[in-house]
């Protein structure tokens, strides 16, 4: 069975900044109003025969919306992104998120911008495309504590009506 949670009418939204380098249009600093939609199947299991119960998947989807809304999305592994004074490695995240401003070039353009108004993601892009694996992932590795019986999990991050990226990922319980 799947169970589908709508983003527009489950409150499952962020507004956030974001830049993609090197692109034409989406190559400066520009914002959306995000919401996203998760799908999961599997077998109905335990006392209530659900798949999964939809407060669990609300209350981890709100979390990562509510890490990501209203600031900058820094994608920290883009090779056209130069951070001034770091070395991408393990720590990278933290050492930037310690910083009062993180300091960084893309192309000719310089920018600082404090710490505080960022997130820094583990991502090459912040894409439609990556942020749905983002959130995808995430939702696996909170939901796989719980639930044995999920098949997959899909989630499209949509920045606009009609307008998003899907990722699915089957579940491997034998990886967490």
């Given amino acids: 069975m799947k169970i589908i949670l709508n ?3 489950s409150n499952l939204r962020f507004s956030s900044a974001h830049i993609i380098p090197g692109h034409e249009s989406c190559g400066y600093i520009h914002g959306h109003s995000y919401f996203v939609d998760v799908e999961i199947q599997g077998k109905r299991v335990g006392k209530f025969d659900f798949v999964v119960d939809f407060k669990d998947i609300k209350k981890y989807t709100r979390e990562i919306c509510s890490k990501l809304d209203h600031k900058l999305l820094i994608p920290i592994y883009n090779d056209l992104i130069e951070f001034e004074d770091y070395k991408v490695d393990d720590l990278f995240i933290e050492k930037l998120k310690n910083q009062k401003n993180v300091d960084f070039k893309i192309d000719k353009k310089r920018y600082s911008i404090p710490s505080v108004d960022c997130v820094f993601l583990p991502l090459p892009y ?4 990556e942020l749905s694996k983002y959130f995808t992932d995430i939702l696996a590795e909170k939901l796989i ?4 019986n999920i098949e997959f999990i899909s989630v499209c991050v ?11 990922r089957e579940m491997d319980y034998e990886k967490y």
Wanted: glycine letters at 18%; aromatic letters at 10%.
């Fill in 145 to 148: 504590k719980n639930y044995v």
């Fill in 158 to 168: 949509n920045e606009g009506i009609g307008q998003g990226a899907m990722f699915t």
């Fill in 126 to 129: 912040t894409s439609a495309e």
């Fill in 7 to 9: 983003g527009v009418q």
